[in-house]
């Protein structure tokens, strides 16, 4: 749970997101009450939201506006989609939900546009090291290491960063591995970005489905791994898992 955070640390206030009210939270964790394991309440959870609505920057802050801790269950991107997800499932009421969500979505949970999680490496990194991921490494799956400098969120200062990914060519090693709950980054072929999509992986037998919030299909679906990767041009894929 959420106290874990507050251990480590930090602020043992709780600050509640604007857009939310406590019974809409408190309805949807009891619908995973029975659930003891985190895979299961993310299948649960995230299930819950298909057809939902695409939002693209649903998120309210910039360099020149002053940033506002803010959450919807009524239309996601596809980041606000599996930070909801992973804040829910980790939760046992309101207060724990709007922590995690704090710590996932901003650095060291501090509530300011410079410190959100703009690229998805800071966002990876940083709930690694928060404990709320862990990596998925396997030895005979190949990976390519990379520096990339990116500078395409207006405002912030580039930043320099080491990234390390599955090429798109050996996902297949990989996709055995993988399980419900996991999530998944796509690297761009962008040199000045890292990750352009991501989504929350659901095992179905042998078969490999996404769940994520679409812009191009308008709102959040499931649909075939191997679909998505077929359709989009990528360097490859990095996962992790939520703990």
Wanted: proline share 4%; glycine share 4%.
């Amino acid at each position: 749970m959420n106290s874990s955070l507050r251990k480590a640390g930090h602020p043992a206030k709780v600050i509640h997101p604007i857009g939310l009210r406590r019974h809409q939270v408190q309805k949807l964790l009891r619908t995973t009450i029975d659930e003891r394991s985190i895979e299961r309440r993310i299948d649960v959870l995230s299930r819950r939201f298909f057809g939902y609505p695409y939002q693209s920057s649903p998120l309210i802050g910039s360099a020149e506006v002053a940033e506002v801790f803010t959450a919807s269950f009524e239309e996601f991107d596809c980041v606000t989609y599996i930070e909801m997800m992973i804040a829910l499932a980790r939760a046992s009421d309101f207060d724990d939900f709007s922590d995690c969500l704090r710590h996932i979505r901003y650095h060291k949970g501090r509530i300011e546009w410079l410190c959100r999680n703009h690229y998805m490496t800071e966002w990876i990194r940083n709930n690694l090291r928060d404990g709320l991921l862990k990596t998925i490494s396997l030895r005979t799956v190949p990976t390519v290491t990379r520096e990339r400098v990116l500078n395409v969120v207006n405002g912030l200062p580039a930043l320099r960063v080491r990234m390390k990914w599955v090429p798109k060519t050996a996902f297949p090693r990989l996709a055995q591995h993988l399980k419900t709950a996991d999530l998944i980054f796509f690297v761009s072929t962008r040199k000045h970005l890292d990750v352009f999509h991501a989504g929350i992986l659901v095992r179905d037998g042998a078969e490999l489905l996404m769940r994520h919030a679409s812009r191009s299909q308008g709102g959040v679906v499931e649909q075939e791994v191997r679909e998505f990767m077929k359709a989009n041009r990528m360097a490859g894929v990095i996962v992790a898992r939520p703990r």
